[in-house]
């Protein structure tokens, strides 16, 4: 799966997202100087080797709401997207989630060995790095898995 995230003015970016099952395009909220949530996500689904985290729910095909709303034209008049996809993998997306929220704050307990804490970090400041020399209009290009 490609991923290509636009950077925008302000706080909210673009994703556009090429899977085997089409393309999708959602909202990437930004942090400020930290990197933004779904990118956070991206290195410790990966780090962890979840297949069923955000973004491998995504690569298989499942639908969120965020994602489906984004660019509809009346969002608050669509019905909330009850995808069995998602439900049936929420303990590992709920593990994703716990482990990116732990992760992105300092001395927060995320239950990661040394190792793997470690080269979760490293990359967290890598990618962070890069995500802050982007320019508006710049693009942040990924693989997944």
Excluded: C
């Excluded at 099952?21 to 780090?47: C, K, M, N, S």
């Excluded at 709401?65 to 009850?82: H, K």
């Amino acid at each position: 799966m490609d991923i290509a995230v636009v950077k925008q003015a302000g706080r909210r970016h673009r994703a556009v997202v090429g899977t085997d099952h089409g393309t999708v395009q959602f909202a990437v909220a930004d942090y400020g100087a930290r990197l933004p949530h779904d990118l956070v996500h991206y290195v410790v689904e990966r780090a962890l080797g979840m297949r069923y985290g955000f973004w491998g729910l995504i690569a298989a095909g499942a639908r969120f709401d965020s994602v489906a709303a984004f660019g509809a034209r009346r969002p608050r008049r669509l019905s909330a997207v009850d995808d069995p996809l998602v439900a049936a993998h929420a303990a590992e997306l709920g593990e994703a989630e716990r482990v990116a929220n732990a992760v992105s704050r300092p001395g927060a307990e995320a239950g990661l060995g040394a190792d793997v804490r470690a080269a979760v970090e490293a990359e967290l400041a890598r990618l962070t790095a890069e995500w802050q020399a982007l320019d508006v209009g710049g693009v942040l290009r990924l693989i997944w898995p």
